[in-house]
Nanobody
Framework: QVQLVETGGGLVQAGGSLRLSCVASGLPFSNYAMGWFRQAPGKEREFVAAISRTGHNTYYADSAKGRFTISSISGETAKKTVYLQMNSLKPEDTAVYYC?????????WGKGTLVTVSS
């Protein structure tokens, strides 16, 4: 069974930090690029950060550059864990954050974890 499970969301004050985790299992996720997206209330889902299959390349939305860091760990099994370290959080970072796995012509999504940043 393919699963992407996000954890680590919560309530934090502006300027604070959170680390989100996503555990992907059920497929050889070592063959998948991984990413984080977010969706704020009343807005469309938007890209936040991504990491290549090998972990050698990372990509960030302008809003995340300099504040967020994506990283991943592949275990000996097909399981992969992806992190999103978020620093200097702002109220506008408030959203549900989703983990994404991208293969060749196929995508998987987690159910999301809520991040709320208070001013």
């Amino acid at each position: 069974q393919v699963q992407l499970v996000e954890t680590g969301g919560g309530l934090v004050q502006a300027g604070g930090s959170l680390r989100l985790s996503c555990v992907a299992s059920g497929l050889p996720f070592s063959n998948y690029a991984m990413g984080w997206f977010r969706q704020a209330p009343g807005k469309e889902r938007e890209f936040v950060a991504a990491i290549s299959r090998t972990g050698h390349n990372t990509y960030y939305a302008d809003s995340a550059k300099g504040r967020f860091t994506i990283s991943s760990i592949s275990g000996e099994t097909a399981k992969k864990t992806v992190y999103l370290q978020m620093n200097s959080l702002k109220p506008e970072d408030t959203a549900v954050y989703y983990c994404n796995a991208e293969g060749v012509g196929i995508y998987y999504w987690g159910k999301g974890t809520l991040v709320t940043v208070s001013s």
